[in-house]
């Protein structure tokens, strides 16, 4: 075991010098900004945003290289409208090209809108949709397996509050059919994935709850029929929005909100967190946990899945912005903190993608700068966005995480519990934990399928534990 964890360290350290990292600022007009980035097909980055062109905000793409240089700029838009895409992750890319949803606005007419690119991004077409005074926008969309689209945001035509909006159209953006869902009070759709039954399952935020706001989900069949609505976070106090779901390469659902938590010891509700709640295909909650520091304003971005199903989220604490990994199973694996090279303060990082080498690229706004400017930050596959990095813990996400060996809770601090998914009775086991640099630390005979593991005497860290051929990681605190 030992040599084999010195051979996948080894690998690591070796790859992640093959990957490029970078920490970058642009100003290419007035407010500029990212909400959205992507790996191009020759490993570049595109990224999706806004800036005043001409008067007027206009949708900006922005070609990145493989080390942040600028390869080109193009703007959408003209002298009379406003032009908005949706919020973070809205850029798709879909039969050989892209697509953005977002809105059009002049002074007294809004149309939400639905643009297609080719992959050179020179535009094939663009729909409008809803043209008049109401308050009728896209925040996001998918391609659905018609080739269609399915898109989803905001209307006040019926309620002055808002109700989430539902629009399916062709593979032409011709409108097909549209729905809209909620309460008296405020509600709308921000984020929206394709379920396993083929239906639809929208995340956003709503206020019919009475609290000031809960993270929403809604749940349709393939046409839009409502089946039900759901909400989450605390119901004693206003939450977060939806901005993100996921489904996982386990066959499962995943998204993030923030909420306040409760403090396990006074048991008062006394700070902000970030959540993560994982779903099953019936959409009952396996697993939610929250994260963050106590007494301090925490939340979370946007969440993307990585090749091997650990869980990436951009997170902000108070002034702090960072990368978040998470195992499949929601234990911490990692946090690193960024700063823009001339800010730090009024940042934040909207979005994170996985890059073809393992790394991860994210995007933001930097806005105490006059004027603000767009962030970019490169990292390898540690959450380093400079070498010399500390990168032990980054070969963990590689091992046999494997539901058959629970524990709990995790991250611990004296006590580890240890539950053994098996149908036999287990009479003796070795139980083994093993450092970061494979070096055995404990090794003792535990007996039967349930086992308390007094762990009071390691230092803080990550740690493999071994039984049988099971391992799995924890977190002594």
């Known amino acids: 075991m030992k040599h084999i964890l010195s051979i996948i360290f080894l690998s690591v350290i070796i790859n992640s010098h093959c990957q490029t990292r970078f920490n970058k600022t642009y100003s290419v ?49 003209d002298t009379i409208y406003d032009y908005y895409h949706g919020l973070r992750n809205c850029l798709k890319s879909n039969n050989y090209g892209y697509s953005i949803a977002g809105s059009r606005h002049d002074t007294t007419n809004i149309s939400s809108m639905l643009m297609k690119f080719d992959s050179n991004f020179d535009t094939l077409w663009t729909q409008y949709y809803f043209n008049n005074t109401n308050f009728t926008v896209f925040y996001n969309h998918i391609q659905t397996e018609d080739k269609g689209f399915a898109l989803v945001g905001v209307t006040d035509e019926s309620d002055p509050d808002g109700d989430v909006l ?19 009070a405020y509600d709308f759709g921000i984020s929206i994935i394709r379920t396993y039954d083929e239906g639809y399952l929208i995340g956003g935020f709503s206020e019919g709850n009475g609290d000031g706001g809960e993270g929403y989900l809604i749940k349709t069949d393939s046409l839009g029929n409502l089946e039900w609505t759901q909400y989450y976070g605390n119901p004693l106090y206003a939450d977060g929005s939806i ?22 010891v006074s048991q008062t509700v006394s700070y902000y967190k970030y959540s993560l709640i994982k779903l099953d295909t019936n959409f009952s909650i396996i697993w939610q946990k929250n994260y963050g520091i106590p007494s301090i304003y925490t939340g979370m971005g946007s969440i993307s899945e990585a ?44 979005t994170v993608q996985q890059t073809k080498d393992n790394g991860f690229i994210m995007a933001g706004v930097v ?34 995480d494997i539901n058959e060996l629970l524990l709990y809770p995790n991250p611990a601090n004296n006590k ?4 053994i998914n ?5 009479k003796t086991n070795r139980l083994q934990i093993f450092d970061l640099y494979g070096r055995e630390i404990k090794n003792l005979k535990i007996t039967g399928n349930k086992y308390c593991l007094n762990i009071s005497g390691l230092n803080k860290g990550m740690y493999l534990i071994k039984i049988g051929d099971k391992v799995k990681r924890f977190i002594k605190e």
């Open 307 to 350: 090749s091997n199903g650990d869980i990436l989220g951009t997170i902000s604490n108070n002034n702090l912005i960072g990368l978040y990994r998470f195992s499949a199973d929601g234990d911490s694996i990692w946090k690193r903190y960024y700063s823009p090279p001339s800010s730090t303060t009024k940042n934040i990082l909207y």
């Open 416 to 419: 580890l519990f240890i539950n």
């Open 422 to 426: 098996n149908e036999k009775k287990i």
């Open 367 to 400: 806005y105490n700068n006059a004027p603000q400017q767009i962030w970019v930050v490169k990292v390898d596959s540690c959450g380093c966005d400079t070498a010399g990095c500390n990168c032990n813990n980054n070969f963990i996400s590689k091992t046999n």
């Open 166 to 184: 539902l629009v399916k159209t062709d593979s032409l953006g011709n409108m097909q059919w549209y729905k809209k869902y909620g309460t008296p």
């Open 29 to 77: 007009n007035y407010t500029p900004g990212l909400r959205n980035i992507t790996e191009y097909n020759d490993s570049s980055y595109i990224g999706l945003g806004f800036d005043r062109y001409q008067s007027k905000l206009n949708i900006l793409i922005i070609k990145l290289g493989l080390n942040g240089d600028t390869l080109w700029t193009k703007h959408y838009g």
């Open 243 to 264: 901005y993100s779901i996921l489904k996982t390469i386990d066959n499962k659902y995943i998204f993030s909100l923030s909420t306040y938590a409760v403090d396990p």
